[in-house]
Structures are given as structure tokens and as C-alpha cells.
């Protein structure tokens, strides 16, 4: 079974897509920042990872630098809304939505997708990714 680890500081968007790739055959494990969700791959390898870029501590542009260097064979999607949503506290630099997504694919990401993405794309990217 392909083994997915799916990084992002919101709880709503890990549940959906948890339940959304669960249901599509794959393993999935959930982790709501990018240190919690390094520590979860050198626990137990997955096939790829799906990343948030705007999350607080580590954001997903250093997460993917980070997995790049410990685990280079595994895939990596960026999903990025851009923002717009954030908690109070947490300010991100105004940068729009394919800035970040640039700068995640430079840092090596192997696929992003902008939120809202509907779940056929997501299967699909997915798929794509981890595919022999």
C-alpha cells in the first residue's frame, strides 16, 4: 500500500484529505507542522509527502529543503491557498500564491497544486506521483 504523510497547521484540511486519500486505497498519516511531520517520516518512511507552504515555525518551502536532504527519493506536493486564511498571530509576507509554489518547486518539490483543488485532481496528482 503507497504510504502518504500529509503536513499542514490546519486541522480541517488534514481530516479532509486524510479521509479523502484514505478512501482512494492509500495509508495515510497526518501531521500539523513541518517538524512534527520530519519526525513522523524518520519514524516510518511514506511514498510521499503533501505539504501546506504557509504554516507557523517551519514553513513548507524549508520543510521540502529538509525532506530533500534527509529523504531524497521521497515525492513531494506543495498545496498552497496563499494565506488567506491564517491564525490572528501568524502574519505572513504578502506574497501571492504562485510566489510560494515557485519557491517550493525550486526547493524541490515535485508537484504543487492551489487550494481549492477538488478531490479527482488531488487522487489524480497523487497517483501520478507514485506511480512505478
Do not use: W
Amino acid at each position: 500500500m503507497i504510504k502518504v504523510l500529509v503536513i499542514d497547521d490546519e486541522m480541517d484540511v488534514l481530516i479532509v484529505l486524510r479521509e479523502i486519500l484514505t478512501r482512494a486505497g492509500f495509508e495515510v498519516r497526518i501531521a500539523e507542522n513541518g517538524m512534527e511531520g520530519l519526525e513522523l517520516l524518520r519514524q516510518e518512511r511514506a511514498d510521499l509527502v503533501i505539504t501546506d507552504i504557509i504554516m507557523p515555525g517551519m514553513d513548507g518551502v524549508a520543510t521540502v529543503r529538509a525532506i530533500r536532504n534527509e529523504f531524497p527519493g521521497t515525492r513531494v506536493l506543495v498545496i498552497s491557498g496563499g494565506g488567506n486564511i491564517a491564525p490572528m498571530e501568524y502574519e505572513p509576507a504578502a506574497i501571492k500564491t504562485s510566489a510560494y509554489l515557485a519557491s517550493a518547486a525550486k526547493a524541490g518539490a515535485d508537484l504543487t497544486l492551489t487550494k481549492p483543488f477538488d478531490r479527482n485532481e488531488l487522487i489524480e496528482a497523487v497517483r501520478s506521483l507514485t506511480a512505478d
